[in-house]
T-cell receptor, first 111, second 113 residues
Framework: GAGVSQTPSNKVTEKGKYVELRCDPISGHTALYWYRQSLGQGPEFLIYFQGTGAADDSGLPNDRFFAVRPEGSVSTLKIQRTERGDSAVYLC?????????FGQGTRLTVV | QKEVEQNSGPLSVPEGAIASLNCTYSDRGSQSFFWYRQYSGKSPELIMFIYSNGDKEDGRFTAQLNKASQYVSLLIRDSQPSDSATYLCAVKRRGSTLGRLYFGRGTQLTVWP
């Protein structure tokens, strides 16, 4: 595709529910990252994939958060037992070398 | 102390002026420095990156890095209303993985006609 695609663009869920956020990176990009951006803050690192494996998952806030990239392309960020504090824009980015290209993000609202 | 500090602003300059955006970072071993622009409701887009001390120019944008002072700045010459956005400073620390950037909270810039 032309850019990083994230779906859905908006997601409203009830506290305690499970959600999945999808990221489709730029074709051929081996590196994929998830970040979370709260209102008025800069993006906060969550996890980084190189190929299929998570090279760095140290940014995941707790075990309710999990991400996969089974075929080295599309990635899914999974959040269990959502809490109101999880409300944020979840950004996905991909890169081939230095420059990371961000998707438009998924705005998650937990009510 | 946060990894990356930016004055959140807002910074307001008239059209045609020079806008100066500043950023400090805490880890002296940081290696790479990035400036992203983020329009309201949009995703960040890379403007410039800099690795070495000194200045790096690209069109109307100049990035300046001073590792001794742990300071990086972005100058925007001949500012245009279309430059109005939030500017995010990001840092790659030594030893961190390629994909892990530390972002500041951003400086909101408004260029008025």
């Amino acid at each position: 595709g032309a850019g990083v695609s994230q779906t859905p663009s908006n997601k409203v869920t009830e506290k305690g529910k499970y959600v999945e956020l999808r990221c489709d990176p730029i074709s051929g990009h081996t590196a994929l990252y998830w970040y979370r951006q709260s209102l008025g803050q800069g993006p906060e690192f969550l996890i980084y994939f190189q190929g299929t494996g998570a090279a760095d998952d140290s940014g995941l806030p707790n075990d309710r958060f999990f991400a996969v990239r089974p075929e080295g392309s599309v990635s899914t960020l999974k959040i269990q037992r959502t809490e109101r504090g999880d409300s944020a824009v979840y950004l996905c980015a991909s890169s081939l070398n230095t420059e990371a290209f961000f998707g438009q993000g998924t705005r998650l609202t937990v009510v | 102390q946060k990894e990356v500090e930016q004055n959140s602003g807002p910074l307001s300059v008239p059209e045609g002026a020079i806008a100066s955006l500043n950023c400090t970072y805490s880890d002296r071993g940081s290696q790479s420095f990035f400036w992203y622009r983020q329009y309201s409701g949009k995703s960040p887009e890379l403007i410039m990156f800099i690795y070495s001390n000194g200045d790096k120019e690209d069109g109307r944008f100049t990035a300046q890095l001073n590792k001794a002072s742990q300071y990086v700045s972005l100058l925007i010459r001949d500012s245009q209303p279309s430059d109005s956005a939030t500017y995010l400073c990001a840092v790659k620390r030594r030893g961190s993985t390629l994909g892990r950037l530390y972002f500041g909270r951003g400086t909101q810039l408004t260029v008025w006609p």
